[in-house]
């Protein structure tokens, strides 16, 4: 492991193996940790790069006020990939981290060679932040379960999540957020090991900040980069709809499903989400 500058904050990078570039970028309450189970297997034909984002585990914390922004963790990425070399890597990304990656294709496609995408939360192609109620009823009306499923998580998740973080109650706001992302079951079976992340990751300024920025359909059209979207069968809903939608935008685009997985897809079922990463890089030239 070394330690990187990356504009203003040292970052820890992993890197094991050699070949081709395997860039895997983390989600919330997680850090570089979630991507143990794939970097031994990746790491036998690829050269795997981890790192923990800025503001998550080992790094510092974010201040009070930090704005928790999801261009600075773009650019951090790019950053991660220059040092590292340059580009163009393949990707990883979940949640969060898919949304990163995303963006990173999107902004900076010369950077990046295909990219996996697991369940990357895209509610802003559909709302804003708070959503106006013109928003609202487009979605309700031009597809229903869609808008259904994006009003539960908003009014169950990310709401009452915000509303506890703002109080400083940070055990109330993760645990709401993380039954709305994982699913209630999903969420009371995580290991003791999983906690350690979550309580080291669990940070206030994402909850408090515009963190996700814009997106548009167009956007999302114009990427390049081969992609695998992965869905965890057992994942609330929402995360299908907002896949689907992405597999229709995306000219270069796979959708596959994992057994016996929710929201951590690649903790949850990593022997056969390893398979698909591997069998769709090795596709890609």
């Not at 050269?47 to 600075?72: C, E, K, L």
């Not at 709401?159 to 209630?184: E, I, N, Q, W, Y």
């Not at 796979?254 to 090795?282: K, M, T, W, Y």
């Amino acid at each position: 492991m070394t330690e990187r500058e990356i504009d203003g904050f040292s970052a820890e990078v992993l890197e094991q193996g050699s070949g081709p570039a395997v860039v895997m970028v983390h989600g919330s309450v997680s850090d570089a940790r979630t991507w143990a189970a794939q970097i031994g297997p990746l790491s036998e034909h690829f050269r795997v790069i981890t790192y923990s984002r800025r503001y998550h585990w080992p790094n510092d914390v974010a201040a009070a006020g930090t704005d928790y922004s999801m261009t600075t963790h773009v650019e951090d990425l790019i950053r991660v990939i220059d040092s590292a070399g340059g580009g163009p890597v393949h990707l990883v990304g979940h949640s969060y981290g898919g949304l990163i990656a995303l963006l990173a294709s999107i902004r900076h496609p010369e950077s990046v060679r295909s990219q996996v995408l697991i369940e990357p939360p895209v509610v802003r192609l559909f709302l804003s932040d708070p959503p106006r109620p013109r928003e609202l009823l487009r979605v309700l009306t031009k597809k229903p379960g869609l808008g259904y499923a994006l009003v539960k998580f908003g009014a169950t998740g990310l709401v009452p999540a915000t509303r506890a973080a703002s109080k400083g109650d940070m055990d109330k706001a993760v645990r709401v957020f993380g039954r709305a992302v994982l699913g209630k079951d999903a969420f009371n079976r995580l290991s003791s090991d999983r906690w350690d992340q979550v309580e080291a990751n669990n940070i206030q300024a994402e909850y408090l900040s515009d963190s996700f920025g814009p997106l548009t359909d167009a956007e999302v059209r114009s990427i390049k980069a081969p992609s695998l979207l992965v869905l965890g069968k057992d994942s609330p809903r929402l995360w299908a709809l907002l896949t689907d939608h992405l597999h229709q935008l995306i000219p270069d685009s796979q959708r596959v499903v994992i057994p016996h997985a929710s929201h951590i897809v690649h903790e949850d079922n990593p022997v056969a989400f390893n398979l698909q990463v591997l069998e769709f890089f090795g596709m890609q030239p």
